[in-house]
């Protein structure tokens, strides 16, 4: 095997192009199965004949298909993002911006949580013993499952609005970080801490010099995945408000009304967050270890 | 309020403090008082935690519709076991454990078939990578319009969260095997299958290993919050949702204790199969690494 120069067209764009454009492919046939049955039985209750052609140019432009085809979704995309006004209820953007403010403020403070914790894991032996395993098993209850109670919970003594679904984010969210940062604030080697020793340097010292710029490779990769769980946080917590506004709204009015189109573009919609969200949170780890001067 | 228990509570919560200052600077003779040790650390900050819970509750007489106390939780869980046992059977034997099943061969079978087109590799991994990344849990209302609101459209929606980590994992486990090693395995003239059942599975198996951990919690949290979206009558999810909407918080939580403890105890059983499996990998053998 030789080792080839890596290309974007050869190594990035055309296999995950080939790929997308499959998915895409089976995605209209599968159009056409799941929402033929529909048009015969509308034909056979009409008493008329349906050809086949016909069959699969009605399955792409039904009312409330089983599986809406693609340009369907793109076309309810556009209409309720560019044809609405932003402060309109019907308006994608306006849903989008609910659920993402409630993302970033439950990330914000997640990721602090997180990153204090991680520093008094790393200092304190009594910390590190005691918290460190209830850490871990409180990511194994499935704490999504405690959202609606929260919401409610808080929505009867009056909090209501952004902060309880920003708490959620903020309990799904602190754990990748507290994780990555023990692990990146113990990364530097012991003869690296030896030579801050002689130096003299206090714990405050040895933190910012050495700990510190250390453990950012590890802090941004799993701000990353913090950034994405706290978007499912967000949209599962507007889940119980009883479909008021956000991504989760849409979701659940979609599924109580058969608006399969909604559904799917609410969904794209909070792709198209994430897939953001964690870009933003990329470029800023680029940008940063750019700054200390490492090798891209 | 009841400043007695709330004082106890707290004098409580500083004693097992200074308990486990003191365990954590020991040195025990022997192996087993050590673990001992290293065990009560953890259990007695639980303890600790629960005492202060309780205590701050009852100190400050919160009305038990937003904390309960756990006595009355467990009081609760004690109760009504029946119910608990029937929602356990509906979500986690069949939705978690069949979907966690299905979710995580599929992947790993799938991560096997392409592996000899690097093509396919290279164009799966960044979309998988980007799947993970996206609110999967978004297809539950649309699992359940599909498959109806039995256990099998939750198995459905366990079955495309737990697929994707599965499939990224197992991809970048069997390219964790070094040049080095595979010449050997050429050298032997092994073939495909031969290289991959001595030599890249078993250095895949980290690799696999945590993405069933990651998914592990995943497939639950995938069940309970795609109940939200329609059941019959039983289930976590379903009753979760809703008991809150009849303001009995102390059922909702002996339920979150119970799917708690399930988590738990599948991560654990996971985690324990790992340390079987991979015996020899510095993590577990407890060198330094």
């Known amino acids: 095997m030789t080792m080839r120069e890596e290309s974007f067209l050869r190594d990035k764009l055309l296999p995950v192009g080939t790929v997308v454009a499959l998915l895409i492919l089976v995605w209209y046939v599968a159009v056409i199965f799941l929402n033929a049955p529909f048009e015969r039985d509308t034909a056979a209750r009409a008493g008329t004949e349906i050809g086949f052609s016909q069959i699969v140019h009605n399955t792409m432009a039904q009312e409330r298909p089983v599986l809406p085809a693609p340009h369907q979704v793109i076309a309810e995309i556009w209409d309720t993002t560019v044809n609405k006004p932003i402060t309109s209820k019907r308006s994608l953007v306006y849903h989008a911006w609910i659920t993402l403010s409630a993302t970033l403020l439950g990330f914000g403070i997640g990721a602090a949580l997180g990153i204090l914790l991680a520093i008094g894991i790393v200092h304190n032996r009594a910390m590190d013993r005691s918290l460190m395993p209830w850490v871990i098993a409180s990511q194994t209850i499935p704490i999504l499952a405690v959202a609606p109670m929260i919401i409610v919970v808080l929505n009867a003594i009056g909090i209501s609005g952004l902060l309880p679904k920003a708490l959620i984010s903020t309990y799904l969210s602190f754990f990748p970080v507290v994780v990555g940062m023990v692990k990146g604030l113990r990364s530097p080697e012991g003869i690296q801490l030896d030579l801050m020793h002689t130096y003299n340097a206090s714990q405050a010292q040895t933190f910012w010099k050495l700990r510190w710029p250390s453990s950012m490779p590890y802090l941004f990769t799993s701000l990353k995945v913090a950034v994405a769980i706290s978007l499912v946080g967000a949209i599962v917590g507007e889940l119980p408000t009883g479909a008021v506004a956000g991504l989760g709204a849409r979701l659940l009015a979609g599924s109580y009304y058969g608006q399969t189109v909604q559904i799917w573009s609410a969904l794209f919609m909070a792709a198209a967050l994430a897939a953001v969200l964690v870009m933003i949170v990329g470029f800023a780890h680029t940008a940063v270890l750019k700054r200390m001067g490492a090798k891209p | ?289």
């Not at chain 2, 707290?10 to 486990?20: D, H, M, Q, S």
């Not at chain 2, 991809?171 to 031969?194: C, F, N, P, V």
């Not at chain 2, 939580?253 to 799917?259: G, M, Q």
């Open chain 2, 1 to 289: 309020m009841n400043l007695p228990i709330l004082v106890s509570a707290i004098v409580f919560w500083l004693a097992a403090w200074a308990v486990n200052e003191w365990l954590v600077r020991q040195r025990f003779e022997g192996d087993a008082a050590n673990r001992a040790a290293r065990f009560a650390v953890p259990i007695l900050f639980g303890v600790t935690l629960l005492v202060l819970w309780e205590g701050i509750v009852r100190g400050f007489s919160v009305p038990s519709v937003l904390l309960p106390a756990p006595s009355m939780i467990w009081q609760r869980l004690i109760n009504s076991l029946p119910t608990l046992a029937a929602d356990f059977r509906q979500t986690f034997l069949k939705a978690v454990l069949v979907g966690y099943a299905l979710g995580c061969g599929l992947g790993f079978v799938v991560a096997i078939l392409i592996d000899r087109s690097p093509f396919l590799q290279k164009g799966l991994l960044p979309l998988g990578n980007f799947v993970s990344a996206l609110p999967v849990i978004g297809v539950a209302p649309i699992m359940v319009m599909w498959f109806g609101f039995d256990w099998q459209s939750k198995v459905a929606v366990v079955v495309i969260m737990t697929f994707f980590p599965m499939l990224v994992n197992t991809i970048a486990g069997l390219a964790a095997a070094s040049h080095m090693e595979r010449d050997l395995m050429r050298t032997y003239a092994a073939s495909w299958w031969q290289t991959l059942v001595k030599l890249r599975l078993p250095a895949a198996w980290p690799f696999i290993f945590n993405a069933l951990k990651i998914n592990s919690t995943l497939a639950l949290i995938g069940a309970i919050v795609a109940e939200f979206f329609g059941t019959p009558i039983v289930g976590m999810g379903f009753r979760i949702s809703t008991e809150v909407g009849r303001m009995n918080v102390d059922m909702v939580w002996a339920e979150i204790a119970v799917a708690a403890v399930a988590g738990s105890v599948f991560y654990g059983v996971v985690a324990l199969v790992e340390r079987a499996v991979t015996f020899w990998h510095p993590s577990i053998r407890g060198g330094r690494a």
